[in-house]
């Protein structure tokens, strides 16, 4: 079992959707967990991230972490052809640097 | 802020051939990770510096894959010889501190990559 899972998709939807995009994992040890955005050829960018358990907002953007159930979210409102990218969760320990990636899911929003 | 700077961002080889990839991180960053991105997968971690040590090493194979961070700024990434399993995106990122930036989280900045092929 991967350490973090993630639907690649592709996932589709129409400009103004929201869309959900979510990831699992399986090591309790996680503390902080982030989103990144992928354009193509381009390198990550970190989105959002959430200590611990809970959620939060910024703009269009909100991230919930569900520690019980080791289970992360991350939610766009109003979503746009400009958020076409690829979206991966990654999570890391507290004292420990190494994150670990989901695989990441790609989203196309149509105009 | 310069972001991370990588080069270059595309190298096409020969099985058993050598490939080098540079990393320039931002000014001030501490820590520098080289990670690969095989496609339709999410990065992983080969090393992390902190200044010009290594931090961790353990996913780099090292019969093959050498890096080092000169001065505790630039680094190089080498592999010796390429294997077909190599074409990835080879990605660069630097942070602020080994532990955590002034809010917490370990936040990392990458390069745009730099993308081997092994034919």
């Known amino acids: 079992q991967k350490e973090v899972e993630q639907d690649p998709g592709p996932l589709s939807v129409p400009e103004g959707a929201i869309v959900s995009l979510n990831c699992t994992y399986s090591?309790?040890?996680?503390?902080?967990f982030m989103w990144y955005r992928q354009y193509s050829r381009k390198g990550p960018e970190l989105l959002m991230y959430t200590y611990s358990s809970g959620n939060k907002e910024d703009g269009r953007f909100t991230a919930q972490v569900d520690k019980s159930s080791k289970y992360i979210s991350l939610f766009i409102r109003d979503s746009q052809p400009s958020d076409s990218a690829t979206y991966l969760c990654?999570?890391?320990?507290?004292?420990?640097?190494?994150?670990?990636f989901g695989a990441g899911t790609r989203l196309t929003v149509k105009p | 802020e310069a972001g991370v700077a990588q080069s270059p961002r595309y190298k096409i080889i020969e099985k058993r051939q050598s490939v080098a990839f540079w990393c320039n991180p931002i000014s001030g960053h501490a820590t520098l990770y080289w990670y690969q991105q095989i496609l339709g997968q999410g990065p992983k971690l080969l090393i992390q510096f902190q200044n010009n040590g290594v931090v961790d090493d353990s996913q780099l194979p090292k019969d093959r894959f050498s890096a080092e961070r000169l001065k505790g700024v630039d680094s190089t990434l080498k592999i010796q010889p390429a294997k077909l399993e190599d074409s990835a995106v080879y990605l660069c990122?630097?942070?602020?501190?080994?532990?955590?930036?002034?809010?917490?989280?370990?936040?990392?900045?990458f390069g745009a990559g730099s993308r081997l092929t092994v034919l």
């Open positions: 990122a630097s942070s602020l501190d080994r532990d955590r930036d002034s809010s917490g989280a370990n936040v990392l900045t």
């Open positions: 990654a999570m890391s320990r507290w004292n420990n640097n190494d994150m670990r």
């Open positions: 090591n309790s040890a996680f503390q902080y």
